[in-house]
């Protein structure tokens, strides 16, 4: 049961374009939700978050919207860069239970940035 | 610098053998994670550690077993029952697994190949 769901495994954007990922999920218990990057044969590195109780949170290039009436949630880089190439993960924290601080990941989306 | 180190960054097993993956924080961290990475799939979690002397069995747990003797330390054994262990392995921490801030950092990560 995927519970946080990517459905677009990749992503071509132009340089200087807006790159817009999407993420969907099922489970109202979710409390936060993460994005991170990941570069080949690397952890994945924090990029931005949001908390369910807000719809946008920003930080430089970077922006999440959150529609929880949809359950889904989006990353925008504005302007996208080649450096921004890179396999982006969506994740989506637990509130509550045993399972408190548990974070279930989408499955990625492969980011592709054209100079 | 703080941080998480995995060692090794490559590991070779042949079938039928148990093996440890290490994973080390200076972080100050109280909640250790393990998860694995295969082609295609987001990160699925194995087991997780709140606290010292304490884990709890994450999605994927059968087939590995793990220790949380200190804080810093959470070593990861992949023992011969896991079935099919060749996968990239990541270790993650945070300031706790249920406080406000759920941002998991994570390690450069393990790769293990089953020969």
């Known amino acids: 049961d995927q519970q946080v769901k990517q459905n677009s495994p990749s992503l071509s954007v132009q340089e200087g374009r807006i790159s817009i990922l999407n993420c969907d999920y099922t489970n109202s218990m979710f409390d936060y939700f993460l994005w991170y990057k990941k570069y080949p044969a690397e952890g994945p590195t924090f990029l931005i978050s949001i908390s369910s109780i807000k719809d946008k949170n920003e930080d430089g290039r970077f922006t999440v919207f959150l529609n929880k009436s949809a359950k889904h949630l989006s990353l925008h880089i504005v302007p996208s860069q080649p450096g921004d190439s890179a396999v982006y993960f969506c994740?989506?924290?637990?509130?509550?239970?045993?399972?408190?601080?548990?974070?279930?990941f989408g499955q990625g989306t492969i980011l592709t940035v054209h100079p | 610098d703080g941080g998480i180190t995995q060692s090794p960054k490559y590991l070779f097993r042949k079938e039928g053998q148990n093996v440890t993956l290490s994973c080390e924080q200076n972080?100050?961290?109280?909640?250790m994670y393990w998860y694995r990475q295969d082609p295609g799939q987001g990160l699925r979690l194995i087991y997780y550690s709140q606290i010292v002397n304490d884990f709890q069995k994450g999605d994927i747990a059968e087939g590995y077993s793990v220790s949380r003797e200190k804080k810093e330390s959470f070593p990861l054994t992949v023992t011969s029952a896991q079935k099919n262990p060749t996968a990239f392995y990541l270790c993650?921490?945070?300031?706790?697994?249920?406080?406000?801030?759920?941002?998991?950092?994570f390690g450069p990560g393990t790769r293990l190949t089953v020969l």
């Open positions: 994740a989506a924290r637990l509130r509550g239970g045993t399972s408190y601080g548990k974070l279930t």
């Open positions: 972080l100050n961290h109280d909640a």
């Open positions: 993650a921490s945070s300031v706790t697994s249920g406080g406000r801030r759920a941002e998991q950092f």
